[in-house]
């Protein structure tokens, strides 16, 4: 049967009972929610309008209300533009990231490729009769893929803690033009975390990967799927976490991914995976036979150096209103910066050093120092704590 143009009854409760139907019902009538969906929802705020005339309307409308904001707030059909220019994408890794060459040209290849795969099937679509339309018609339609004719492979970075994974893969997410969302599977116990509550359960709610959608107003954002090995260490519902992770990234299942809450099959097929982890160990063979594993080393004290100058520096100092003319570092003592207590594979540290030596600066320049303030070998322990490796 086909309730959207299935008129109200009239005789509800009262006017107010029939008001709030009728905003539920055109809230989900304007949606871009596929049909097949919205008939389903529809029958259920018809059911709500029987249960209304029997004076227990409250309860049950708070659960259609929350279900049909949910279908409503996804998404359905909105896809951003990619941009796939290995220059732009290049720029935009180079101005947030020092080094980690083999890193970028990885994934510069992979942007080469869905360049290429995007020129080919807009070729095919330019070849065909002008009826068909312009390029705003949805591929689709066509039989071609979406999220401009391109598809995006699934990443995983692996490497110790504050080597880049993170900020590396908001840089893809900026460079490509897409949304970015991070999703943080450290400790889930439960994966209806990840796949969704029934929505007839107690405290029913959707899934993070739906909620991922919601937040980013796209279907095709970029997905982080941060610290995956780190669900639950129980071996029966790491297996469970595991094999909802291989249905949402292997490309021939995620085209209809269903999501308990919803109960609806959602395409993902558009949406760009990353994955990270600080080792493999817990993860399925099956997962990772679905993966690119992109392997993050430890930085040398080199690039430490060059990336403490280039970019902690400059942004802890915007974050406090100060210019560079207010801080002056001797490059004699950049390594006891770099190394306060020993060897530090990521930048964690270092950016914590960075940031109380110059909130040091802001309390003496406060206090009426001479400007800039000199940091040298001799001056070092008032502004780096002294308990501190060389130091200490």
């Known amino acids: 049967m086909d309730y959207i143009n299935t008129p109200l009854p009239q005789d ?42 029997k004076g227990v309307y409250s309860s049950e409308y708070e659960n259609v209300s929350k279900y049909v904001d949910c279908v409503t707030n996804i998404p359905w059909g909105v896809l951003s533009r990619d941009n796939l220019d ?49 390029l705003s018609e949805k591929p689709e339609m066509l039989g071609l893929p979406k999220s401009n004719f391109a598809k995006s492979p699934v990443f995983l970075f692996v490497g110790l803690q504050g080597v880049g994974k993170t900020s590396v893969a908001k840089s893809i997410a900026q460079a490509m033009g897409r949304k970015f969302v991070r999703i943080s599977l450290g ?34 954002p970029v997905i982080l799927l941060d610290e995956i090995e780190k669900a639950s260490g129980n071996a029966g519902l790491l297996n469970d ?5 291989l249905e949402i990234l292997d490309p021939e299942q995620n085209v209809a991914f269903r999501d308990h809450y919803l109960d609806f099959p959602v395409d993902l097929s558009n ?28 930085y040398t004290d080199e690039e430490k150096t060059v990336i403490a100058k280039r970019y902690i520096l400059p942004r802890v100092l915007r974050g406090l209103n100060l210019s560079e003319e207010f801080i002056r570092i ?24 960075i940031a109380g030596m110059v909130r040091a600066v802001a309390r003496d320049v406060v206090e009426g120092a ?17 308990d501190q490796g060389p130091l200490s």
């Open 86 to 134: 290995i220059k732009n994408a290049k720029e935009i890794m180079d101005s947030t990231h020092y080094g980690m060459d083999s890193i970028k040209n990885a994934i510069l290849d992979y942007l080469a490729s869905m360049q290429l795969e995007s020129r080919q099937n807009l070729n095919q679509y330019v070849a065909m009769p002008s009826t068909i339309g312009s």
């Open 330 to 353: 001797d490059d004699t003592i950049w390594p006891m910066i770099i190394r306060p207590v020993g060897f530090d594979a990521g930048i964690r540290q270092l950016e914590r050093n």
């Open 271 to 298: 949406v760009s995976f990353i994955c990270t982890a600080n080792n493999l160990g817990g993860l399925s063979a099956a997962l990772l036979d679905r993966v690119e594993v992109i392997r993050f080393t430890s």
């Open 187 to 220: 400790a889930i116990g439960d994966v209806r975390t990840l796949r969704g509550t029934p929505r007839y359960a107690v405290d029913p709610e959707p899934g993070q990967i739906i909620k991922a959608l919601m937040r980013s107003g796209t279907m095709n």
């Open 241 to 245: 976490v595991m094999a909802a992770l």
């Open 12 to 53: 509800i409760v009262s006017d107010e009972n029939v008001s709030d139907i009728l905003l539920l019902k055109n809230k989900l009538v304007n949606s871009n929610a596929p049909i097949d969906l919205k008939n389903e929802v529809l029958s259920n705020i018809e059911r709500l309008e029987r249960i209304a005339k």
């Open 370 to 386: 001479t400007l800039p303030v000199m940091i040298n070998a001799d001056n070092l322990k008032r502004y780096l704590p002294q």
